[in-house]
T-cell receptor, first 117, second 116 residues
Framework: DTAVSQTPKYLVTQMGNDKSIKCEQN?????MYWYKQDSKKFLKIMFS???????INETVPNRFSPKSPDKAHLNLHINSLELGDSAVYFC????????????????FGEGSRLTVL | GENVEQHPSTLSVQEGDSAVIKCTYS??????FPWYKQELGKRPQLIID?????GEKKDQRIAVTLNKTAKHFSLHITETQPEDSAVYFC???????????????FGAGTRLAVHP
């Protein structure tokens, strides 16, 4: 059973196109995240949702729009793709709050490698 | 906001030697410090973590130490094995006091190579 799954795993597209990445978790966690990992392996948080509510929104171009239809799903839509958007995008989830049994551990998906040509 | 610096960026050791990776953080409110291991082409996975009320934590061959006064924490791997080769990330967050929201800020990563 895959805990956090992302699709697609690989995405190759042309500059200017619009693309989406989907993420689902079956861990029953309240919080989900998108992280971007660039070519130098630097992991940077982009967004976080808690029970469908946006709680973290880092300095990310507004071409990136997350959507959480329910607490088990978090999708990422990217408009007008640019060369610099090429990266691996990781979805993650965690259980928040000590009262909720949260440990702080992030469970990552396998990543979606986006290549913009 | 929090800023985490990690050193060294690459580390090469012989099998059986020890490896130490060091991180410093800037936000004195940070109280949760995990370490993640990312093997080539794989997802990051938690290997050990420490909270600010503890100075040291050990799990078999890995240990983490925390110095709150100096705002730095370190990962120690003893008796390294080739399968320890990976990129290791430290991170910090004011998890316990941020309303429960886990805004992990990662260091830049250390690429560890263990040679047989």
């Amino acid at each position: 059973d895959t805990a956090v799954s992302q699709t697609p795993k690989y995405l190759v597209t042309q500059m200017g196109n619009d693309k989406s990445i989907k993420c689902e978790q079956n861990l029953g966690h309240d919080t989900m995240y998108w992280y971007k990992q660039d070519s130098k392996k630097f992991l940077k948080i982009m967004f976080s949702y808690n029970n469908k509510e946006l709680i973290i929104n880092e300095t990310v171009p507004n071409r990136f729009s997350p959507k959480s239809p329910d607490k088990a799903h978090l999708n990422l839509h990217i408009n007008s793709l640019e060369l610099g958007d090429s990266a691996v995008y990781f979805c993650a989830s965690s259980q928040e709050g000590l009262a909720g049994g949260g440990t702080g551990e992030l469970f990552f998906g396998e990543g979606s490698r986006l290549t913009v040509l | 906001g929090e800023n985490v610096e990690q050193h060294p960026s690459t580390l090469s050791v012989q099998e059986g030697d020890s490896a130490v990776i060091k991180c410093t953080y800037s936000d004195s409110a940070s109280n949760y410090f995990p370490w993640y291991k990312q093997e080539l082409g794989k997802r990051p996975q938690l290997i050990i973590d420490i909270r600010s009320n503890v100075g040291e934590k050990k799990d078999q061959r890995i240990a983490v130490t925390l110095n709150k006064t100096a705002k730095h924490f370190s990962l120690h791997i003893t008796e390294t094995q080739p399968e320890d080769s990976a990129v290791y990330f430290c991170a910090a967050t004011p998890f316990l006091f941020s309303g429960g929201y886990n805004k992990l800020i990662f260091g830049a990563g250390t690429r560890l190579a263990v040679h047989p």
